[in-house]
């Protein structure tokens, strides 16, 4: 499969976010924005001999969590917890909303997760490519309002070193 030179932009983007149940409930999320970020890191160990870098080394460090982050434009915050023939909204997915049969990905005891999945077509058809989220956990979310539309912000991390990119 060629590779594409068409860059990539927020019209070919679609997240989907997936629960643990089975079959998984999904909630597909419109980056209005086309905001979608992430960081992997790696750790490095400085080691100095008597405080000089030119006579130290580097060594690997401790394994780095995948930091990501979000934001879309929302319409509702509850849905299927005011009423189960309503749509699961964003805010309760994230939040694990009681009523709204949200599982986690992880094991009992552990923090809640979700997987996060990125799928980006090729606007010329050429090599789509999909990027994986596991046991996606939150660490803040943020609702703000605005002059146009009100705005949900996720920041969290997924709990492996890098996401899954695979070619579709």
Same mark, same amino acid.
């Given at each position: /499969?060629?590779? %594409?030179?068409?860059? #990539?932009n ?5 997240l989907? +976010? #997936?629960?643990? %149940?089975?079959?998984?409930? %999904? ?6 924005e ?8 790696? #750790?490095t ?7 000089? +870098? ?12 995948? @930091? ?8 509702q915050?509850?849905?299927? @917890? ?10 309760e997915?994230?939040? &694990? ?11 009992p ?20 490519? #999909? ?11 943020? /609702? %703000? ?6 705005? +949900?912000?996720?920041t969290?991390?997924a &709990?492996?070193? @890098?996401?899954? +990119?695979?070619?579709?």
């Amino acid at each position: /499969m060629a590779v %594409s030179t068409l860059t #990539r932009n927020l019209r070919d983007g679609e997240l989907v +976010i #997936r629960d643990g %149940s089975n079959p998984p409930q %999904s909630l597909t999320v419109v980056l209005d924005e086309g905001d979608l970020t992430w960081t992997e890191r790696q #750790r490095t160990i400085e080691v100095k001999d008597r405080g000089s +870098i030119a006579a130290g080394h580097t060594r690997k460090g401790d394994d780095e969590s995948v @930091a990501l982050s979000f934001s879309a434009k929302w319409t509702q915050l509850l849905g299927k @917890a005011a009423d189960p023939a309503d749509p699961l909204q964003l805010y309760e997915m994230l939040m &694990f909303v009681s009523g709204c049969d949200v599982v986690s990905t992880s094991s009992p005891g552990e923090q809640e997760t979700l997987t996060l999945e990125f799928t980006i077509v090729d606007p010329a058809g050429v090599a789509g490519e #999909r990027v994986v989220f596991e046991k996606v956990y939150r660490e803040s979310l943020t /609702m %703000s309002e605005g002059d146009d539309a009100n705005q +949900i912000a996720f920041t969290g991390r997924a &709990f492996q070193t @890098a996401p899954s +990119i695979s070619r579709i």
